[in-house]
């Protein structure tokens, strides 16, 4: 038997909650392929610490890349400069 059959109930049902509290917040949030953005909990820090996002973001957009390789979710082989403005934004000043 798989390891999730031997977990409690309530185990069980956390993790399956959880799997849907998940996909709802990526649906509310706007995550999704086409057109997703930075998850939710990936905004705050940008909100919070605005000098080093911009910086962050400044450093991102200099490197000019041709193709976006992901460890999971979608790659992207062709203008990688316009995914990363639809994400960022225009580089920050």
């Known amino acids: ?3 999730a059959h ?3 109930p ?3 049902l956390l993790t399956q909650a959880g799997g849907c509290v998940l996909s709802y917040s990526r649906a509310v949030t706007g995550m ?3 057109y997703g953005q930075i998850f939710f909990d990936m905004r705050l820090p940008l909100l ?3 000098q080093k996002a911009d910086a962050a973001i400044r ?3 200099s490197w000019q ?3 976006i390789l992901l460890s999971h979710g979608r790659c992207f082989d062709a203008d990688a400069d316009k ?3 639809r994400i960022f934004g225009e580089p920050p000043r």
Do not use: C, G, T
Request: net charge positive; proline share 8%; glycine share 0%.
């Open 65 to 67: 890349p041709q193709h």
């Open 32 to 34: 999704f392929h086409p």
């Open 48 to 50: 919070l610490q605005r």
């Open 59 to 61: 450093k991102i957009h």
């Open 83 to 85: 995914v990363i403005r």
């Open 6 to 8: 031997h977990a409690s």
């Open 1 to 3: 038997m798989d390891e």
């Open 10 to 12: 309530h185990r069980r």
